[in-house]
């Protein structure tokens, strides 16, 4: 069992930046991939960003590649997500994911665990 906390969203303008943390206990964290997704208003959860249990390799949807950079600290078994240069169409609710096993997997159907989500808000 794993599981996850998420902090760090809030209200912000375009062109700011936030930094997610999601913490986790259970498992050994460096066993196993962590990933962000989200969720608009009337939207399917979609895939953010993932890094594998090392950390070494890090995956990223198209619409935030450039702008966002997940990370985790192993010793203290958290993992973030810095957003920068946001934009309104990243305004969701936000989800951190622990998959079942190493990789930095992009699909939802690869993470068993997840937290309860925090709201980002980006004004125009």
């Known amino acids: 069992q794993v599981q996850l906390v998420e902090s760090g969203g809030g209200l912000v303008q375009a062109g700011d930046s936030l930094r997610l943390s999601c913490a986790a206990s259970g498992r050994t964290f460096s066993s196993y991939g962590m990933g962000w997704f989200r969720q608009a208003p009337g939207k399917e959860r979609e895939f953010v960003a993932a890094t594998s249990g090392g950390g070494s390799t890090r995956n990223y949807a198209d619409s935030v590649k450039g702008r966002f950079t997940i990370s985790r600290d192993n010793a203290k078994n958290t993992a973030y997500l810095q957003m920068n240069s946001l934009k309104p169409e990243d305004t969701a609710v936000y989800y951190c994911?622990?998959?079942?096993?190493?990789?930095?997997?992009?699909?939802?159907?690869?993470?068993?665990?997840w937290g309860q989500g925090t709201q980002v808000t980006v004004s125009s």
């Open positions: 994911a622990a998959a079942d096993s190493f990789p930095a997997f992009i699909t939802r159907a690869a993470y068993l665990y």
